[in-house]
């Protein structure tokens, strides 16, 4: 199977090359070139289209009624399948704050876990909880919180074959900063999150290997201008990697200008951070067994408290983009390439010859036209 989509304009997080020729052959980028002389099994004309590099989602729950939790191999090829509807082609599956036994029944479901030719990449697991603070615990069960546990995630770990790429925790909990050492050492991403820390405890975890702030704003220790806390310290230092969930609920469009201006499009991930109602009707939904009210105002539990959302990687990209008016390659660094850094994927996250050829197609409106996975056009807009 080849691909040749003929006279795009192709952004990368470095610049652009316009009216150029993308020949993809056996899931790679074969070529990129003016005009490429070669038989395609089909071809496809991208004038005034934009081919950027298929979006990477390293904190998603679930969608179209799955959830990682559920422990459910058909769920997650459900959920993948889905994800490519919002030209996701990678994402990390994520784990949330529940009992020993149902994390370990997830991670051992996602371990043995194939992706299939039409489905997004599932490149590993986020594990979200339970090492985090109950003062800012959000959505995540209090009675299954506790403090961080280094023999406990390296059982995990092993668990997964290795598959576990990041973990949220709270370091100012006991063992907190011990755990954020060996875990980074481990080269797992240690993201702070789900944490009350001040911003000498942020400095330290930094110190220490953090590298990523789970979902800028939410549930973390908010900035005080005698305190700046974890939201200071996510914006400040620049070790830190932001996610940051651009859906207009979880953050004001305001605050989201203010990440850009401070983290720059090198300093921030979009994610979605999305749960099993993503791409349903309105209505209630679980998570983790936690009733969620989703309607147009966002997921909320009967509490008040947002629960993750039903935000969709395309739809971020034109909210980031409306808000801050940024470039297309600072999409790119923001939907893709930035994630490929943090989890060190040598073929992903970039348009250039021998990488993966996973890549969304968009028109000049930013509205998604083509999700190319491994090469092949596995979701078009009708």
């Given amino acids: 199977m080849s691909l040749l989509i003929r006279n795009i304009t192709v952004v990368n997080a470095v610049g652009r090359e316009e009216q150029m020729d993308v ?14 002389e070669v038989h395609a099994t089909e071809e496809l004309d991208g004038s005034e289209k934009f081919l950027l590099p298929g979006f990477i989602d390293m904190h998603i729950h679930g969608s179209a009624q799955m959830d990682a939790m559920d422990a459910s191999d058909e769920g997650l090829h459900v959920m993948a399948k889905s994800l490519l509807k919002e030209g996701t082609t ?8 529940q009992s020993y036994e149902k994390i370990e029944r997830a991670i051992a479901n996602i371990a043995q876990f194939q992706s299939q030719p039409d489905e997004a990449e599932l ?99 908010p900035f005080h201008h005698r305190d700046p806390g974890v939201v200071g310290g996510v914006l400040l230092l620049d070790a830190i990697k932001a996610e940051l969930i651009v859906d207009f609920i979880h953050a004001h469009p305001g605050a989201v200008e203010m990440a850009y201006r401070l983290k720059g499009a090198d300093g921030l991930i979009l ?29 909320h539990l009967s509490n008040g408290a947002l629960a993750g959302s039903i935000l969709k990687m395309d739809q971020a990209v034109r909210n980031m983009q409306q808000v801050t008016h940024c470039t ?9 390439f930035n994630a490929a850094q ?3 994927l040598r073929t992903k996250g970039q348009l250039v010859q021998d990488y993966d050829a996973d890549a969304v197609i968009m028109d000049q409106q930013l509205l998604l036209q083509h999700t190319i996975k491994a090469g092949q056009i596995m979701y078009s807009l009708k």
């Avoid at 994610?271 to 349903?280: C, N, Q, S, V």
């Avoid at 297309?328 to 893709?336: A, F």
């Fill in 271 to 299: 994610i979605t951070d999305a749960m099993r109602a993503k791409g349903m009707p309105y209505g209630d939904y679980d998570l983790g067994g936690q009733m969620v009210h989703v309607t147009e105002a966002g997921a």
């Fill in 90 to 97: 990678s994402f990390l599956a994520t784990t949330m704050t």
């Fill in 23 to 36: 020949w993809m052959k056996h899931g790679k980028i074969a070529q990129i070139a003016p005009y490429i």
């Fill in 342 to 344: 943090q989890l060190k």
């Fill in 328 to 336: 297309l390659e600072e999409l790119v660094k923001m939907s893709s």
């Fill in 123 to 221: 490149l590993g697991i986020h594990v979200e909880g339970p090492f985090v603070s109950k003062k800012r615990a959000g959505a995540q069960p209090l009675d299954y919180i506790v403090q961080p546990d280094i023999e406990m995630f390296t059982k995990w770990q092993a668990l997964s074959g290795h598959k576990i790429k990041q973990i949220t925790l709270a370091p100012e909990e006991p063992n907190g900063f011990k755990a954020v050492q060996s875990i980074a050492a481990s080269d797992v991403i240690v993201s702070i999150g789900h944490a009350d820390a001040t911003f000498e405890q942020m400095k330290e975890a930094v110190r220490l290997g953090a590298t990523q702030g789970t979902h800028l704003y939410n549930q973390m220790r």
